[in-house]
């Protein structure tokens, strides 16, 4: 069953109901409806869907613009819709970092496989965040575990391996990580 939180962004009242009716019949949650550019990424912003549907020309603020805020701030995957097929249009998705660019009027046979690989596309990103974040706190764990080591071997005169010794005895005696017991070092 599908599980993506889906944003609707078209001016069309008509042609963003059928989208809802559309998506809810097979599953998808539409956690919220825009009928222009700049509601978009305010939405976006607080309610941070899997996937926005975006129409290109829409008032207040073009969706080629709007789908390239959300992108960059990873507030969602967008799809473009489009009347228009032009190349330079596409192009300009291409450039904006969507996921997908369908002409209108949509099919259900086409949107469905488009919102799964955005889905896709987007949990891929996440996971690829997470993993960021774990590597700069590695990398921030080490750093702090180099100073201290040079301040164990400048204090008490140690070789480097005998202070790393040192804070990995700390380090299990105290039940503590590497990390933590080589900020109370520093901080001492």
Known sequence: ????????AEDEPITR??????????????????????EAVQMASQLR??????DIKMPQVDGLVAAQKIV???WGTVILLSAYSQKD????????????????PVREAELLPAIEIAVARQRHIEQLEQEVLAARAEVESRKLIERA????????????EAAYRQIQRIS????QTLAEVSRRILEQ
Do not use: C, F, Q
């Not at 069953?1 to 609707?8: D, E, K, N």
């Not at 080591?149 to 480097?160: V, Y």
């Not at 299990?172 to 039940?175: A, G, Q």
């Open 172 to 175: 299990m005696s105290r039940r």
């Open 49 to 54: 869907p899997t996937v926005v549907l975006m």
């Open 1 to 8: 069953m599908p599980t993506a939180r889906i944003l609707l």
């Open 17 to 38: 109901m059928d989208l809802a009716e559309m998506l809810t019949e097979t599953g998808y949650e539409v956690v919220g409806e825009a009928s222009d550019g700049w």
């Open 72 to 74: 960059d701030r990873g």
């Open 149 to 160: 080591k040079g301040t164990l071997m400048r204090l008490h005169g140690l070789s480097e």
């Open 89 to 104: 249009l596409v192009e300009k998705g291409k450039k904006a970092g969507v996921a997908a660019y369908l002409v209108k």
